[in-house]
């Protein structure tokens, strides 16, 4: 099947730190596929690579049809791919709802005047919106918490907002920087439904780093595994962590430590 | 006596509608792009002449068309001010913005002396200036009536658009985390091209109503800009309900100061209460305390 989103070649380097080196991927429709690999092995850049954070050396990223390179992060957004940050980025001092609608910026669908006015089109695509953004906040159980600042929320209701306002986007690629990190082990397991959940319900592929392996072996058909910006083994998960070299580049720390 | 009160405080709030119209351009910028736009005093001043023009030009222009044509045109020169001399700086050193803001403000100055010329100039009355009695022989005019109304329902206009509609959001979005905007899919230069628009206009609206009132000259906005400033200052930087509170608050003090003790000490009383209240809360009345990112 045609990929969804196919990365070729990509490169970055910063001063002479090669930070992505030669990455590539396809994404298939309906993939969840990880990329894992120790701290600094240029994961978090393949992921600002894409989001065009960063604007990459070389290499070609396209989603369907479209080359995503060099365009900027808002653009990449609207063509179809959100993400969610290692370290949350919620609109902290916005209540919840207010970080719900934000996603819905570029759909609004009326113009200044319309909503100075209080013209019907203003009404009639506010209230869709408000429905909407009411739906995302039930599917994620904050429906409660809409009115509550961000900020407010205990860490495991942060990152489920955080991923509800990237899903409110509409993305066709959802890209997710380490979710469970500073999960413990039952609220990992409640992540991974939740994830199976989304994968399930709103049709899409989903690329995913993470340090804790059990998320990686429950969720992904296939593992992407970096360090020191090049890809060092690709495949099943079983097949790559009985790969000696990911057992020396990332798993033999942890046995070491 | 309670007649001189009455007017005093009526005097204060026609000011304090004018501050705060500065106040809010001023707030916004600083909310999203964490600049003290300096310029932001010649805007104001801008708008009083481009309304002044747009009547000198065309005889009988209503206050109706004229203001609203004078905000647009004053927002579209903010929006080109931010596109020709702070977009590129932006990521640069927070001083190269400031002194950049500094040098846009002098440019508009002298452009203005040189175009219309050095002297004072009055915008033709265009409000009604008759009188209507509250009560008891109590009469106040109804200009001044009509610019505190027309300055609050722009408040509330405001406000209402910051918080019902999407791109008010987006703004309060950047405000709060610039480098998540995007990520939304909103298109952050948009946003600020936007906060600039609206906080010229509004400026644009202070400036004629303060022609209306008094006069206007080509360095009316840095008197003006400065307490607008310290009046945004005072309610909390960054905060829109704290700069409309706090330029109620300068304009009352400086008119009863006026009023009641001496002129001379009007801006000693004004500069000194910013100073002390910033000592009681650095952030200002309404501001909270800035974030820092770890």
Redesign the interface.
């Known amino acids: 099947m045609e990929p969804v989103l196919r990365i070729e070649n990509l490169s970055k380097s910063f001063g002479g730190l090669k930070a992505a080196h030669d990455f590539g991927l396809e994404l298939g429709p309906g993939d969840i596929q990880g990329i894992i690999g120790p701290n600094g092995a240029g994961k978090t850049t393949v992921f600002n690579l894409i ?3 960063y604007r990459p050396d070389s290499g070609r990223i396209r989603l369907s049809d479209h080359e995503l390179a060099g365009l ?3 653009v990449i ?2 063509r179809g791919i ?2 969610t ?1 290692q370290n949350i ?6 209540t919840v709802w ?1 970080n719900i ?6 759909r ?1 669908g009326y113009g ?1 005047w319309e ?2 006015l209080g013209l019907p089109r ?1 009404r009639n695509r ?1 209230k869709r ?1 408000s429905m909407e953004s009411m739906a995302f906040l039930e599917r994620f159980g904050l429906a409660d918490r809409r009115n509550e600042p961000a900020d407010s929320l205990p860490y495991g209701e942060q990152r489920r907002l955080e991923i509800a ?1 990237a899903l409110a ?1 509409r993305p066709r690629v959802l890209l997710l920087d380490e979710p469970a990190a500073g999960m413990n082990p039952t609220e990992v397991e409640e992540l991974i439904g939740l994830i199976r959940g989304i994968h399930r319900d709103f049709e899409l592929s989903i690329l995913l780093i993470e340090h804790q392996l059990p998320v990686v072996m429950q969720l992904c058909r296939h593992v992407h595994v970096m360090d020191f910006g090049r890809t060092i083994a690709a495949g099943e998960p079983l097949e790559v962590t009985a790969n000696p070299l990911v057992i020396k580049a990332y798993l033999g720390d942890e046995e070491a430590g | 006596m309670l007649d001189t009160v009455i007017q005093q405080l009526l005097n204060a709030a026609q000011l304090g509608a004018v501050y705060a119209l500065i106040a809010l351009g001023y707030t916004m910028v600083y909310g999203t792009i964490r600049l003290i736009n300096f310029a932001h005093g010649d805007i104001f001043m801008l708008g009083g002449y481009i309304g002044f023009l747009l009547v000198t030009a065309v005889s009988g222009m209503p206050l109706v068309v004229m203001m609203p044509l004078a905000m647009l045109l004053t927002a579209l020169v903010g929006m080109l001010i931010e596109r020709v001399a702070y977009r590129r700086l932006r990521n640069a050193q927070r001083m190269s913005l400031v002194i950049t803001a500094l040098g846009v403000g002098i440019f508009l100055e002298n452009l203005v002396r040189l175009l219309v010329g050095p002297q004072a100039r009055q915008l033709p009355a265009q409000l009604p200036n008759g009188v209507v009695e509250l009560f008891n022989g109590v009469v106040v005019t109804e200009d001044k009536i009509l610019i505190i109304f027309i300055s609050l329902a722009l408040m509330v206009i405001l406000w209402l658009f910051v918080h019902r509609t999407l791109m008010g959001t987006a703004m309060r979005a950047v405000a709060d985390n610039k480098d998540a905007v995007q990520l939304m899919g909103i298109n952050l230069n948009m946003v600020i091209a936007v906060t600039f628009a609206i906080g010229s206009a509004l400026a644009a609206a202070g400036g004629i109503f303060f022609g209306q009132a008094y006069s206007i000259d080509p360095y009316m906005g840095i008197d003006l800009g400065w307490k607008a400033f310290i009046a945004a200052v005072i309610g909390g930087i960054g905060s829109i309900e704290g700069a409309v509170l706090g330029s109620f608050l300068l304009a009352g003090v400086e008119v009863l100061t006026v009023a009641y003790l001496s002129s001379n000490m009007k801006n000693g009383i004004a500069f000194g209460l910013l100073i002390l209240l910033l000592l009681l809360r650095p952030n200002g009345i309404m501001g909270r305390p800035e974030l820092k990112k770890v």
């Open positions: 989001t065009g954070v900027p992060s808002d957004t609207r959100s993400r940050f980025r919620l609109f902290n001092r916005m207010d609608r934000t996603a819905f910026h570029d609004s200044f909503a100075a203003y506010e919106i306002r986007t």
